[in-house]
């Protein structure tokens, strides 16, 4: 009995919350709802849980795979199962997603508390779940998808929950078409792996992979390897296709904690790190991956220095960290890359629905300049952000830390000029963050009028407004912030007394490189450099800690001087704030033009006037022709005599001829 | 007299004798309606019969009704196969439900429009089950003749243009595939489409000379073609569904168009497979055209019919693609792309003519923000624009997916088109989803959006089974497949070939389902 | 010398004639006020008369083969040919007479003579198509023409109506002139007027060019009665001024009497093929387009289906051309010709007679607009001229569909591609027009003062009830029909190889 | 040798009437033209042996049925015809048409060897003795018998045509 | 000895005068009186050929032509007089309510 762990069940259960409350969740009281969602959502933490524990138990073990007994797909030689797949790699996700899932759960319950839809939230936050938990439990690429554009649709739902904004709208639709765009390459992706291995299983596919050496040129690997990153892009915001996370964030807190921090945008890395086994046979592909993520990195986080929003301050750090994690895995160090996406999820996590509290607090202001001198108001929120602050800026002992360092340091052995970007990225990170902490908890309460436009129209005793959130938001903080203060401990690296526990679980779930290989000579070279990766650990501090100084040399001890600043550097500055203007020129270079061409070409010129025009023309043209010869029916007795007589001579002298010439 | 062998019969004229019996029904307009839905859920309930008894191991047609019409070579001949009987059932299915849609939105000469519905529903059925060429081609036209009737006695503004346009495009292109037909006839006296195939294949004619196939295999396309309708002989159908009211946008949309792809599967390729590969190319090419620009024509509609009628043109473009890329994943996928095409977009008709018979206009400009009155329209609407758009889990993604990974697949330009027509899951996305937000995200632009009822009872009860079938279709396509695969691959003489240069690699891991059960 | 049996010979005719002279005795007997629906009644059972004498022959014709033994000293000839057309334009006289009866009322007409003079006329009909000598087709052509010409003109206070008659009968009689000059050519050249002894001089001395020109010059008499172009100029203007009931005879029964001849003429006489082939292939292709492309544009009803008629008469010549050039045991190609006539007779007589009920008095509604809402006002009649349109563009499951498509099988299996494909597109173009009036009838409003028709007739809707039947009939189990016109087929191929006549080589054209 | 004088005499009269016909403005100086036209076509008839013909021809023809026509002429009291310009198609396609058909039929007796021989001057010598008159007579009623009876009927319609065209009765 | 075909020919020349006078007249009365010189011009034909053949039945059918040409002139003026009567005139170039 035990044999089968029912792995299904994991994703099912939210399933089912999300269609009791989808279906039925309109006449339920809100407290029915979030009994629905929490419970199914809890009950699905427990099983993979479970799961995760008894897996390597079970018969030979990890990786551990059952199908459900009737396929989702058969055409011809292709067949793809509802198949389930539990290996060390996926196992951490699993919890990531449940665990950090269900207190996210537990959050909105509190913060959507007054919100319209309540129902309808909690349906799609569910769906979303199920998506997630599909995506990365599937056991082959295709199932994969399926969780994939899933958890795209969850999103799309979210970040359009207030549909009645057209900017929550737009974002959505933007969120499903860039995303649908990185989908259109996986998909690409998949056929040329059905082409070569006739299989979309994971195991079918790594197994024949497990002799083969790797490409030494752009092969079919390779580019396989890079239409997968290319769809990862999609799914992770990396460029050219990140466009769509910052306006993410128009979706509730909740969401951008979940979907757009901790779980879904990860989906590109985990992915990365599925395909290892690809990746690390197409070195060239690996390449790109590593500059992908490096120049995302940077640029994000150059973004995230002039925001004044404090979500898309949240959103860009986002973009940003997943350079790092896709730059690991560029630097084939996947496990460090799966080690930080946990210890992302949790200080992320932790960040947004700090965020989220803060806005809550302040009756819904996102501006943070329109914050400050929170700390003593909402003391509970203050103190879980500073954990996150420091963690993300990469403050030792604190999780961010062990897992931001073990990338850079590999990415040093792979590639110092990596290593460089990373580092800066790693400086401009511990500004930014902490010139938010400054700007949003110390100094003065910088509030607007009072009762503006509120998405979250809850009226509040306080005479300023400004109020600490209840507990039930409040204890998913703590539990997160005390995740992120003791989750980098499983990673500890060996140059630093640790084990590096994750590295070492991780690895049977994923292929290292092939030794020929740059990134595997690099590997190779990363085994034994214990104190060098101690040196390095120290300029991460260094660099964090000057982060911190210059943002509280701008924000907190000469607050004008950023003006003042910025002012000299005005057209940079612009540029920075206008986020390098790409949506402007993805929106005139792209879409406008496609736009114009699709209705002043395609539909007013080709379809009306050519072809429709040729149709109606050819029936238009058929009339003329009988009016013409209706005018050979004159209505003069002699004209028709005259046709006749014609006739007949045309008649009679071709039959002469006929009979002449026999 | 059994059952077994008198089925198809009963389910191809039930309708027809139902059309006969509204006739004589007073012109009570609720008995009218009720007699009308009993019937269409009776034929339904025949039609059951169908999957129930289907033999999908069986090679050849099943439950085959033979008998002597007119003279020595014209049969009453019909038969089922795995494609024909889903397309069969999608028929009966949808009817019922075009009768509900009808309900209160038909409200003159309704006894006509139940009538002609009716006897639409026999044509189709009759279309798609014929097995005599000479059968074949009546049905085929004695479809046109109620679908105009209803676009132009049931449609809105410029429902003569419309109707008139429909029956000359379709009237003119099935002229050509006529002559093939006798032409066909006058070489082998035999109407019989077996017996044809198998003289074909034989090769043994000698008048079926490569330019005499190509003649005739031209003759069929176009008729197809049109209908389908392939770019560019597209243009017919925006017109028409515009004008056409719900139930017949609904029927034209789900089943009319399949009677050209279907034409094309059974007959261009059935018939001429050597033509038929060797025009592949261009055919596909066109089938390409047609998914990007149809998608991209129906991002710029500022009319919800018309951008749903534009969709059709690119969704059937990906069924063309399938079929011309002669594998088996990619007609398996084209066929259930068919299906698919029929639940969604039925359902998209249904929908639009829900929102027409409140707001009287298709006008995109003049909705907006309908999902907070109509909250329970607007989810069905989404499931409706997710299945469109291909969304996993939903019927739409197994199709597309199959006739792409097809594509692929297919020699030699394979990924050429994979890539081309697979951008369409990008435009797809785009324009459904521009749509859904003009009409149900943003502000309130209109006051007197504010008080739209919400779907009723009968409304919901016409939707459910489509949204279910949509699900069921995605979850569980294995259903259907099995007996469209061996139907396919049956109709697809040499469908091994393309599949087999990549056999050496799933003979490797052997097929995965195997190594994993 | 004149035996019984050649009375039975011709008993539909001496049965025709007998009761048309019955109707002229009458006429004058009735009061000038009072209606004429009686003599129409007995000139009906004239014609059902007829219909009986002539299954009586038929009858005759089972039991003993030396039936169809050429009679009259050798001037007509009863085989199942000769029977099929009987029957078939008895019918059609009959299917008018029926209509007729209403629109004499509604007309306020008194038309004694009218009947009379369609009795008469049919016995010309009838008697062209058993005449197998051309003096006697002659002047049986002549008794159908000018009957014709006298009923076309029968509203003779109507200005349109009598220059139709005029048009009609100065051109009618010009054409006859050319077919009379082409007897006279094939009497000089074979010596002979009789189908018999002509084919037996052409087999023994071959043809001439005498010959051919003959053939030519009746070839134009006759393309002028069945509106073949270039001699269908009259068909349009004689059409609209004619009364509605007199088209609907006049488009089938002479012109099917005209084909009965055609086919003896040409195909019994043994006329070469290599000479007129092309000539029907012109012909043909000539009036299925002038006739199609000249009707897209039209609005009046009754001028639109006499271009229309052009059109059939083009579709009919495709089958002849066919005929002419399959294999000599082939007879589909003269069968589907045979089958066309009935087809189209069922067909137009059926469309004519819902036009004449619906024009109303002084025939003011012939318009298309006219019939804006009709499926509205007045339904049953609606879906019968609905019927009797889609015969006409050849939707399947009516008469003209298979008719259509014996034709173009015909066509096919003689290797007429092109002619085919003319045709076959030309059937689409035309689909258009009738097309137009369906769309009028069902998708337009009721405008105008075209007012509801009042209650049809029970005669009329027998009439269109019996042409509604025979059109579906034709066109969902039209074997015993096929049957019958395959039959006359192969006899009139049979007494063409009995009298010796050489039939024509047949030959492929491309390789003239 | 004389046939040929008679033939050409009367030929040159024939056509001169024909030609005549057409010149004529006037109908009834047209109508006098055919009846030259006729009364020589039966002087020719006599020269082919045809004397019944012949003289039918002078009673029923001219004499009978040209009658008829004047008659109608001058019930109608017909003017000289006005020359309207009504048709040009006459002229432009006609015009060509006649020439050509009488250019083919032309040539065609010319240039027919094979059938066409010489004519035999003066009464046809009948195979089976009597005259002429005699053949055409057994000829007529016996196996032209039922033509015969049939032109009864179309005489029939003649008259009832003429009744119900040209009476002055309301219908 | 004339030659069959001088007779021919003239029986030509006059059909064709006759063609000629149906395009070229105006009135109604000559258009329908060349008709009846066209036929004469094909009794000519008929005579002369039987006279050539030695066959009688050439005079018999002229015979039948002439019982048709009275046929048709009674019933053709009696539609000529019809014509008059609604039309006032006896120009064919007037009657031409029926066209297009």
């Known amino acids: 009995m035990t044999e089968d762990l029912r792995l299904w069940l994991i994703p099912l259960l939210p399933l089912i919350g999300a ?21 199914f959502t809890a009950a699905s933490f427990a099983k993979a849980v479970q799961a995760v524990l008894l897996a390597p138990h079970i018969g ?226 690996l390449e790109v991956v590593a500059i992908i993520g490096g120049l995302t990195a940077i640029f994000a986080a150059t973004m995230g220095l002039a925001q004044n929003d404090i979500k898309r301050v949240l959103a860009y750090s986002t973009v940003s960290q997943l350079g790092y994690m896709v730059m690991a895995c560029g630097v084939a160090a996947y496990a460090a890359g799966i080690f930080h996406l946990m210890t992302h999820a949790f200080f992320k996590a932790l960040l947004f629905l700090g965020a989220g509290s803060v806005i809550h607090a302040v009756g ?126 499983v990673g500890i690296p060996e140059a630093l007394g640790g084990h590096n526990e994750i590295h070492h679980y991780l690895e049977p779930a994923i292929t290292a490189p092939l030794a020929e290989t740059r990134a595997g000579m690099a590997m190779e070279a990363a085994e034994h450099a214990g104190s060098t990766e101690l040196a390095f650990a120290g300029l991460s501090v260094a660099v964090a800690a000057l982060g911190f100084l210059m943002a509280w040399f701008f924000y907190y001890k000469r607050p004008e001087l950023p003006q003042k600043v910025t002012a000299k550097i005005n057209g940079l500055y612009l540029l920075v704030l206008n986020k390098y203007y790409v949506d402007e020129g993805y929106d005139r270079l792209l879409v406008k033009p496609l736009l114009w061409v699709s209705r002043h070409v395609l539909w007013l010129v080709v379809d009306q006037k050519l072809i429709d025009g040729a149709v109606n023309g050819a029936g238009g043209a058929s009339q003329a022709v009988g009016g013409q010869l209706r005018r050979m029916q004159s209505g003069n007795l002699r004209s028709y005599a005259a046709w006749i007589a014609a006739g007949a001579a045309a008649v009679v002298a071709f039959m002469i001829w006929r009979g002449v010439h026999q | ?328 994943a990619g007609a398996d996928g084209a066929v259930y792309q068919m299906l698919n095409h029929g639940i969604s977009t039925g359902a998209l008709f249904m929908l639009a003519g829900m929102i027409y018979e409140r707001k009287h206009t298709y006008e995109l400009r003049r909705f907006g923000g309908l999902a907070t009155p109509m909250p329970v329209y607007a989810t069905f609407f989404l499931v409706a624009v997710l299945s469109s758009v291909g969304l996993p889990l939903l019927n739409g993604f197994v199709g597309e997916f199959l006739v792409l990974s097809g594509a692929a697949q297919s020699a030699p330009h394979g990924m050429i088109y994979a890539t081309l027509a697979t951008t369409g899951v990008i435009w797809s996305a785009a324009y459904l989803l521009w749509m859904y937000q003009k009409v149900f995200y943003g502000p309130m632009l209109h006051d007197d959006n504010k008080a739209l009822p919400d779907l009723n009872g009968r409304e919901q009860l016409s939707l459910w089974p489509l949204m279910a079938m949509a699900l069921i279709m995605g979850v569980a396509s294995p259903l259907w497949m099995k007996a469209i695969d061996p139907a396919v691959s049956q109709t697809l003489p040499a469908a091994g070939n393309a599949t087999s240069t990549h056999s050496s690699a799933a003979s490797l891991t052997g097929t995965p389902n195997g190594l994993q059960k | 010398m004149i035996s019984t049996i050649d009375y039975i010979r011709i008993l539909p005719e001496l049965v025709l004639s007998i009761f048309g002279i019955a109707v002229m005795m009458i006429d004058p007997l009735l009061g000038p006020k009072t209606s004429r629906k009686s003599i129409g009644v007995l000139a009906l059972i004239g014609t059902l008369s007829t219909i009986a004498a002539t299954l009586y022959q038929a009858v005759q014709l089972n039991a003993d083969v030396a039936f169809s033994d050429p009679a009259w000293f050798g001037m007509v000839r009863v085989d199942s040919f000769s029977i099929f057309f009987h029957l078939l334009i008895a ?189 029907v292939w012109i012909t043909a292709a000539l009036s299925m387009t002038l006739g199609n492309f000249g009707a897209l544009r039209q609005n009046n009803v009754k001028r639109m289906l006499a271009y229309s008629s052009i059109a059939h008469a083009g579709y009919l010549l495709v089958a002849f051309a066919a005929y002419g050039i399959s294999l000599p045991e082939q007879v589909d190609g003269m069968s589907a010709a045979i089958f066309y006539t009935a087809a189209y007779a069922a067909m137009n007589v059926g469309a004519f007679i819902v036009i004449s009920h619906f024009a109303g008095k002084d025939e003011r509604f012939v318009s298309i607009d006219d019939y804006a809402g009709l499926g509205r ?136 | 040798m004389l046939h040929e004088i008679l033939f050409l005499f009367f030929a040159a009269i024939c056509v001169g009437g024909a030609i005549n016909l057409v010149l004529q403005r006037h109908p009834i100086n047209s109508a006098l033209s055919l009846v030259v036209v006729m009364v020589s076509l039966a002087a020719l008839y006599l020269l082919l042996g045809a004397e019944f013909v012949g003289a039918v021809q002078v009673i029923v023809y001219a004499g009978a049925i040209m009658v008829l026509f004047v008659f109608v002429i001058m019930l109608l009291n017909a003017g000289a015809e006005e020359q309207s310009q009504g048709s040009r198609i006459a002229l432009l396609i006609g015009g060509p048409g006649v020439a050509l058909l009488a250019g083919a039929i032309m040539w065609l007796v010319t240039h027919s060897d094979k059938t066409i021989g010489n004519v035999v001057v003066g009464s046809m010598v009948s195979t089976t003795g009597g005259d002429n008159t005699h053949q055409v007579a057994r000829l007529l009623f016996k196996d032209f018998l039922l033509p015969f009876e049939v032109t009864s009927i179309l005489i029939l319609i003649a008259i009832m045509g003429a009744v119900v065209l040209a009476s002055r009765k309301e219908s | ?66 019982v048709v040409a009275a046929a048709e002139a009674a019933v053709g003026l009696a539609i000529i007089i019809a014509v008059f009567r609604t039309r006032e005139t006896l120009n064919v170039d007037r009657v031409n309510l029926l066209k297009l």
């Open chain 1, 19 to 39: 269609a009791v409350n989808g279906l039925f969740g309109r006449r339920f009281k809100n407290r029915v709802v979030s009994a629905v969602a929490l419970l």
């Open chain 1, 60 to 285: 030979t073990g990890l990786p551990y795979q059952r199908m459900l007994p009737f396929n989702w797909l058969d055409a011809g030689t292709l067949h793809v199962p509802f198949g389930f797949y539990l290996d060390q790699l996926s196992s951490i996700m699993v919890l990531v997603v449940t665990g950090v899932g269900f207190l996210i759960h537990i959050y909105a319950v509190g913060y959507m508390a007054h919100e319209g839809g309540y129902y309808r939230f909690f349906a799609y936050l569910n769906l979303f779940m199920f998506f997630m938990l599909t995506l990365v439990l599937a056991n082959n690429y295709l199932l994969m998808f399926v969780g994939w554009e899933g958890v795209g649709l969850a999103s799309y739902l979210l970040i359009g929950f207030y549909f009645n904004k057209d900017s929550a709208a737009n974002a959505g639709k933007k969120a499903f078409i860039v995303n649908r765009i990185g989908d259109f390459a996986f998909l690409l992706g998949m056929f040329l792996v059905i082409q070569k291995f006739g299989s979309l299983n994971f195991t079918a596919i790594f197994g024949l992979l497990k002799d083969v050496p790797a490409e030494a040129g752009w092969g079919l690997l390779t580019i396989i390897a890079l239409l997968f990153l290319f769809g990862a892009t999609g799914k992770s915001a990396q460029i050219p296709l990140y466009v769509w996370l910052p306006d993410a964030m128009e979706g509730p807190t909740p969401v951008s904690a979940l979907i757009h921090a901790a779980t879904m945008v990860t989906a590109g890395i985990y992915m990365i790190a599925r395909s290892s086994a690809i990746f690390s046979r197409a070195p060239h592909a």
């Open chain 1, 364 to 489: 819904g202001e996102q501006d943070m300049r329109h914050m400050g001198g929170l700390r003593t108001k909402i003391p509970v929120t203050f103190w879980v952000m500073t954990i996150a602050t420091f963690t993300i800026a990469g403050v030792p002992p604190l999780a961010g830390f062990f897992s931001k360092d073990e990338i850079l340091w590999q990415t040093w052995n792979n590639s110092p000029a990596l290593w460089v970007v990373g580092f800066i990225t790693a400086g401009l990170t511990s500004f930014y963050m902490f010139r938010l902490w400054f700007m949003t908890f110390f100094g003065e309460l910088r509030l607007k009028s009072h009762g503006h436009d509120s998405a979250h129209g809850h009226g509040s005793d306080h005479s300023d407004g400004v109020h600490e959130s209840p507990w039930i938001m409040l204890a998913p903080l703590v539990v997160l912030a005390v995740l992120s203060i003791f989750g980098g401990l």
């Open chain 2, 1 to 328: 007299m059994d059952l077994h062998t008198s089925i198809l019969t009963i389910v191809t004229f039930l309708p027809a004798a139902g059309a006969v019996l509204l006739m004589v029904l007073p012109r009570n307009d609720r008995v009218i309606r009720w007699a009308a839905l009993l019937i269409s859920l009776l034929a339904f309930a025949f039609s059951l019969y169908l999957p129930a008894y289907f033999n999908s191991n069986a090679q050849d047609f099943q439950l085959q009704v033979t008998s002597q019409w007119i003279g020595q070579s014209i049969f009453y001949h019909l038969g089922v196969d795995g494609i024909s009987m889903w397309l069969v059932l999608l028929t009966t299915f949808l009817v019922p439900l075009s009768v509900l849609i009808s309900w209160k939105s038909i409200h003159d000469r309704v006894k006509e429009f139940f009538v002609l519905l009716l006897l639409l529903e026999t044509a189709m059925i009759g279309v798609f089950l014929s097995l005599d060429l000479f059968l074949f081609y009546v049905f085929w036209e004695a479809t046109l003749i109620p679908m105009a009737l209803l676009i132009g006695m049931y449609g809105h503004e410029r429902r003569i243009y419309a109707a008139v346009k429909f029956f000359l495009y379709t009237m003119v292109a099935s002229v050509f595939m006529l002559a093939a037909i006798i032409w066909i006839y006058t070489q082998t006296h035999t109407f019989d489409y077996q017996a044809i195939r198998a003289m074909i294949a034989a090769g043994h004619l000698t008048a079926f000379t490569p330019a005499a196939m190509q003649w005739l295999f031209l003759g069929f396309f176009i008729a197809f073609a049109v209908k389908v309708p392939l770019f560019p002989f597209h243009t017919w159908l925006p017109d028409a569904h515009v004008e056409a009211p719900t139930a017949g946008s609904v029927l034209l949309a789900a089943v009319l168009l399949k009677m050209g792809t279907y034409g094309l599967l059974r007959f261009s390729v059935g018939l001429f497979p050597d033509q038929a590969r060797h025009n592949a190319t261009w055919i596909n090419i066109l089938a390409i055209i047609g998914i990007i620009y149809g998608a991209l024509v129906a991002l710029v509609q500022p009319n919800l019919k018309k951008l749903i009628a534009y969709s059709s043109v690119s969704h059937l473009g990906f069924v063309v693609l399938g079929i011309f890329t002669f594998t088996q």
């Open chain 3, 91 to 279: 019918g059609i006289s009959g299917l008018c007479i029926l209509a007729s009866l209403e629109y004499f009322d509604t007309q306020d007409m008194r038309g004694g003579e009218y009947y009379g003079l369609i009795l008469f006329g049919t016995v010309g009909m009838v008697l062209m198509s058993c005449a197998i000598e051309l003096v006697l087709i002659f002047i049986a052509l002549e008794i159908s023409s000018i009957s014709t010409y006298i009923l076309a003109g029968y509203r003779r206070r109507n200005a349109s109506g009598v220059e139709s008659a005029v048009k009609y009968f100065l051109l009618g009689s010009f054409a006859t002139a050319f077919f009379l000059y082409g007897v006279a050519m094939i009497f000089g050249a074979t010596g002979s007027t009789s189908v018999v002894s002509i084919a037996a001089a052409l087999k023994d001395h071959g043809a001439g060019p005498l010959v051919y020109a003959a053939a030519a010059l009746m070839l134009i008499g006759l393309g002028f009665k069945i509106a073949a172009a270039p001699f269908h100029v009259w068909t349009p203007d004689v059409y609209e001024g004619a009364p509605a009931p007199v088209v609907a005879l006049m488009s089938t029964g002479p012109k099917a009497a005209a084909f009965a001849v055609l086919l003896r003429v040409l195909f019994s006489t043994g006329i070469p093929v290599r000479g007129w082939f092309w000539l």
């Open chain 3, 377 to 512: 006002r007045s339904p049953l009649l609606a879906f019968t001229l609905t019927i009797f349109l889609l015969s006409l563009i050849g939707i399947p499951l009516t008469g003209g569909f298979l008719a259509k498509y014996y034709v173009f099988t015909a066509a096919l299996r003689a290797n007429l591609v092109w002619l085919s494909v003319i045709g076959l597109v030309n059937s689409a173009v035309a689909a258009y027009y009738y097309l137009r009036l369906i769309v009028v009838m069902y998708m337009r409003e009721p405008s105008g003062e075209a007012t509801a028709p009042e209650r049809v007739a029970p005669s009329t809707a027998a009439a269109l009830l019996l042409a509604s039947i025979a059109t579906v009939y034709l066109g969902t189990m039209p074997g015993n029909i096929q049957h019958l016109a395959e039959q006359g087929a192969k006899n009139l191929k049979i007494a063409a190889t009995q009298s010796s006549a050489a039939a024509a080589t047949p030959m492929n054209p491309k390789k003239n």
């Open chain 5, 1 to 66: 000895m004339v030659p069959l075909s001088w007779y021919l020919i003239l029986s030509a020349i006059l059909f064709c005068l006759g063609v000629s006078a149906f395009l070229l007249k105006r009135n109604i009365i000559t258009i329908f009186m060349s008709i009846e010189l066209m036929l004469n011009a094909v009794n000519l034909s008929f005579v002369a050929f039987a006279n050539h053949l030695g066959k009688l039945s050439g005079h018999v059918f002229v015979f039948f032509v002439m």
